[in-house]
């Protein structure tokens, strides 16, 4: 009986230090996603501002997940999508390697890629959308977006 409340205490320990540990911003939310990369603002990463229900069908926005059924005319009444790419070639950037955050005026997306050996082109790029609040924001399209790899 010991030896399986041992057990049980050490899970427990386990599982609370790993929660306990998790650096989510709550002002961002990061989503893989898929979308038309052929009407974008930045031939670099392929970024671009979805702020209403039209745009986001425009774009062909979609998620690998239930965040599809979200009742988009709500969503966007207080939140805007940042879509971007990041990774390629002999990259490959897992989306729990992406965060951001605002400093000053600009919004910093760090991420952390995989090296891929082998000839360039065998790693995908990575699609993602960053949620953030209009609300607590309003000035969010004039915020510079500054991608930081932190491999370098």
Sequence with gaps: MMKNNFKFGIILLITTIITSCKTENPDFKLYSCGFDQLQYN??????????????????????????????????YQETAQFLFIVGGGGTYVPIEKCSAEIKNNSVLIKYTGN????PVGEAASTL????????????????????????W
């Design 115 to 118: 090296s891929i050996k082998g």
């Design 42 to 75: 930045d031939p670099v990463n392929y970024s671009k501002w979805v702020e209403n229900k039209q745009q986001a069908l425009k774009t062909k926005l979609t998620f690998d997940s239930s965040l599809d059924k979200r009742n988009l005319d709500s969503l």
């Design 128 to 151: 993602i959308c960053l949620e953030i609040n209009k609300k607590k924001y309003p000035n969010y399209k004039n915020m510079r977006i500054k991608y930081i790899n932190e491999n």
